[in-house]
């Protein structure tokens, strides 16, 4: 499994990015996927998933109406489009996949991270 995460850098307050996962080495069209964060010196934070069939989206509470995932099965591909940053979503963004295609079972692999600055 190859998670490979891209799209990060600097935005200002109110601006926009979309992060994608280019996915190898597993079938991706069965698994569901999601995105967390990390800050530094701080814990990782889930904020989103989507399922496997794309049908069913969700999001932590504190990006709902902001972030917008997608995937694309036919170019193993999964986004995360952020609008309306702010200062406190710099972090690390990670591509997550699933046990299976539901959301609801764990995470079993992880990219690198691509890193996310908000800043004026």
């Known amino acids: 499994v190859l998670l490979v995460e891209s799209g990060g850098g600097l935005a200002q307050p109110g601006g926009s990015l979309r992060l994608s996962c280019a996915a190898s080495?597993?079938?991706?069209?069965?698994?569901?996927m999601s995105w967390a964060r990390q800050a530094p010196g701080k814990g990782l934070e889930w904020v989103s998933a989507?399922?496997?069939?794309?049908?069913?989206?969700y999001y932590a509470d504190s990006m709902k109406g902001r972030f917008t995932i997608s995937r694309d099965n036919a170019k193993n591909t999964a986004y995360l489009h952020m609008d309306s940053l702010k200062p406190e979503d710099t972090e690390l963004y990670y591509c997550?996949?699933?046990?299976?295609?539901?959301?609801?079972?764990?995470?079993?692999?992880w990219g690198k991270g691509t890193m996310v600055t908000v800043t004026s």
């Open positions: 080495g597993f079938t991706f069209y069965n698994y569901a």
């Open positions: 989507i399922s496997s069939d794309v049908r069913n989206t």
């Open positions: 997550a996949k699933h046990l299976t295609d539901s959301y609801a079972r764990g995470m079993n692999s």
